[in-house]
């Protein structure tokens, strides 16, 4: 099983600041690789699939990049809304996993 | 518009069975691939179960927590996808959610509660 990990786990940013996420796997993934959003009582939202593309209506603030066994999520200016828990998932290999999230808190 | 609901989630006694529920519309659900993930209160996200589109042979994959266990289907004729738990434990205790699977979950349901506890 390849194991996501990310980090930090908690990361206090304030509103207009650069925020940047760190995913790694156990080996590569190659690109194949999520990133989520989930907000307290709401189910997950795709942001960023294979590594880099934005989903549909993702704004262009939100970028991901990396390959192998190395990601990045990077928020450039922090809006009120994107304070939520991020979460990397690889689909290269059965089973699928997901990382343990990173929670973005208002600093 | 893409839409999934979940229901079927309930309390459960140890040792019981539970069958999740997903209709969806809004998509061609015979020729897609669908999940099952999983969430423990106040944890992270984790994969259960997912079944292939019928291009695919609908071919089905579960995470070893729940092999043996779980048995996930789908009827197409009611554009419904199934998850039948069997044997449940306290550690199955989560928000179920289905979602659409393009290798990647881009939509999902609003997730359907399930408490295994005697």
């Known amino acids: 099983e390849i194991v996501m990990t990310q980090s930090p786990a908690t990361l206090s940013v304030s509103p207009g600041e650069r925020a940047t996420l760190s995913c790694r796997a156990s080996?590569?993934?190659?690109?194949?690789l999520d990133w989520y959003q989930q907000k307290p009582g709401q189910a997950p939202r795709l942001l960023i699939y294979?590594?880099?593309t934005r989903a549909t209506g993702v704004p262009a603030r939100f970028s991901g990049s990396g390959s192998g066994t190395e990601f990045t999520l990077i928020i450039s200016s922090l809006q009120s809304e994107d304070f939520a828990v991020y979460y990397c998932q690889q689909y290269n290999n059965w089973p699928r996993t997901f990382g343990q999230g990173t929670k973005v808190e208002i600093k | 518009e893409v839409q999934l609901l979940e229901s079927g989630g309930g309390l459960v006694q140890p040792g019981g069975s539970l069958r999740l529920s997903c209709v969806v519309s809004g998509f061609t659900f015979s020729s897609q691939a669908m999940s099952w993930v999983r969430q423990a209160p106040g944890k992270g996200l984790e994969w259960v179960s997912s079944?292939?589109?019928?291009?695919?042979?609908?071919?089905?994959y579960y995470a070893d927590s729940v092999k043996g266990r779980f048995t996930i289907s789908r009827d197409t004729s009611k554009n419904t996808l199934y998850l039948q738990m069997n044997s449940l434990r306290a550690e199955d205790t989560a928000v179920y959610y289905c979602a659409k699977d393009m290798w990647r979950f881009d939509y999902w349901g609003q997730g359907t509660l399930v408490i295994v506890s005697s």
């Open positions: 294979g590594a880099s």
């Open positions: 079944i292939s589109g019928s291009g695919s042979g609908g071919s089905t």
């Open positions: 080996q590569s993934v190659s690109s194949n």
